[in-house]
């Protein structure tokens, strides 16, 4: 620690002086530019939300999951710090969310599914939501996408930014991007590290008697480096980049098991995601060619004995790995007026070698997309779609969705939208020996959306408000089932019928040195099995597990000059575990956040404390969540 400590002081010193030796920046008056008429931004269907720049700024040395808890309507499982993050977006479940980086699918050909708590928002430039037909042009998105966008920037010279935080539970994390965007040339490299020792205390009610303990082997550390290069050429940009990282993680047991002393459990995971891009403009179009390659090795381990440590429980030893190749070529073009005619072609190819499969497994997806979009009317936007896949030379038939928004006078608008979907199983659920189904259907899922929305720009002030609801069906829902040979086995067992109402504000207001911020969400979520083997089993209609019909959450943030107040809320309604009456669901909680920041020039000094109240809860059954907590962070902006 004593070595971190004074790293981390001469790093600051050596700043400082750089801080010194710099020209002073002349700070100018802000002039606002109004102008009545309809915006292009209000006349877009409602099925995307961006995440704000002060949101990202706020929360660039938290992971995605943490983000996503706090600031978008979607619920994340998670096991707690260091422990896997996924996420439930529309009542549906991991495997059901797509996440993409810079266009390219990073959902684990195994699983299906994205550890949201080993991706860091710093290294993200722009990170948005989109639901409904705005997942239309990929396949897997049931519930939603998450999008993950690196931007490219020229001409704003040198690049230094470095952020160094140290919190509770001896919790470390350093953050630098350093690099150069000249005007046809741009270079950076970002590169971080987060380890804690992840030993909080917590009321352990799943002993007797119930008492406080200290969390065991749990500690954690993740670190990674993303370095991109991009050239301005005379009609595009040709960008390269490379997110390389290594999660190294020990697991903790559940909180009745913490008795046995002779358990180690660990996951050892690494990535190195590349891709090559060139974006060709011309009047009125353009053409993106993207290929990517990406190499990730998964290794869990699970070694378990008696008191006696010389007698062997359990031992598992999970080695996957996997190489997934894309390639895209995506051309948009104006056809007449305000109609935009899109394209894309798409192949993707997995091949996975895991100690859990009988042997290589491939698999070769082709995917074509068309869209045509624009404007039938002055005050409305119409966008038709259509995706053809084939997969494995068989074909999946074509997917269409449908949205139309209507922009009425005094701010008001609405979206009804319509959305054809489909996922592939995983190839855990084709081919994990035993129990593996490789008679496994795609599942087959149809979304309709309604949204209404109200916008307010004038005087300094900002109100962006949208309510609306949604209903979806899946059928061939994928859930593994046990057999009498003492395995599971995934079928298609389930009719998913997923419906629910969502709320979203933002608002800003700006006077003097005063800037007031306030965003949030509501989600009130209604999914049940509706199939006749739910019927059978007595659980037709019953909530999904693990799934909360009540979920939100709140962000202010006020700023006078150079001092700036965060407020954060987190409500999760109670969760079942089970169909079955069950004295084990999770009842509901509720987390408040604080964090005071001040700028120093080119410093930046930040003190946070999580979880205000000290609340006791568990978002997984069984798994301890931390109590409250301080972390300091101080960052230098070059």
Known sequence: MKARLRFSWLMVLALWTLSAQA???????????????????????????????????????????????????VFIKTYGPGGISTASFRGTTASHTLVLWNGFQLNAPTLGQVDFSTIPVFLADDIDLKWGSGTSNNSGGLGGSVNIDSKNTFGKGLILDVKQTYGSFNTWGSFVTVGYCGQRVSFRVKAYRNSSDNDFEYYNDGVIPHRKMRQQNADFV???????????????????????????????????????????????????????????????GKLQLKS?????????????????????????????KALVLHQIADVEQQVYSSWRLKGKLQWDRERVNSNNYDDVKRRDMLSAYLAVEGNPLERANLSVTARYDVVDGKSMGVFPTATFSYHFPKGFGMTLGYSHNYRNPSLNDLYWYPGGNPDLLPENGRTVDLAFNYNLDRQGLKLDFRTGAYASKVKNWIQWVPTSYR??????????????????????????????????NYVFTFTTDESENAQSYGNLGKQLIYIPRHHGNLFANVRWKTWDLGYTLEVTGMRNTSYADNPFDLPSYVLHHVALGKQFGKFRCELRCN????????????????????????????
């Open 611 to 638: 979880n205000l109240t000290d609340c006791d809860y568990q978002n997984v059954l069984w798994r301890p969540m931390p109590g409250r907590s301080f972390e300091v962070m101080l960052n230098y902006h070059y």
């Open 487 to 520: 395995y599971w086995v995934p079928q298609n067992v389930a009719l998913v019928f997923a419906r629910g109402i969502e709320n979203h504000i933002d608002f800003s207001y700006s006077r003097g040195d005063w800037k007031y911020s306030l965003s949030g």
């Open 222 to 284: 993740d670190y990674g480096v993303m370095p991109e290069l991009s050239v301005m050429l005379r009609h595009g940009i040709l960008s390269v980049s490379s997110w390389n990282q290594w999660n190294n993680r020990n697991l903790p047991p559940i909180m009745p098991n913490v008795g046995n002393k002779n358990t180690e459990e660990w996951t050892r995971d690494n990535f190195s995601r590349n891709f090559l891009t060139y974006k060709l403009f011309w009047d009125g």
């Open 23 to 73: 020209q002073d920046t002349i700070t100018l008056n802000t002039v606002d530019v109004s102008a009545e008429g309809i915006q292009k931004e209000a006349l877009r269907p409602l099925v995307m939300k961006k995440m704000d720049s002060l949101v990202l700024e706020t929360k660039s040395t938290s992971t995605l999951s943490e983000l996503l808890i706090q600031h978008s309507p």
């Open 292 to 320: 990517a390659a990406f190499v990730e090795n998964q290794r869990y381990y699970l070694e378990v004995h008696t008191q006696n440590p010389d007698v062997l429980i359990t031992r598992i030893n999970s080695e996957n």
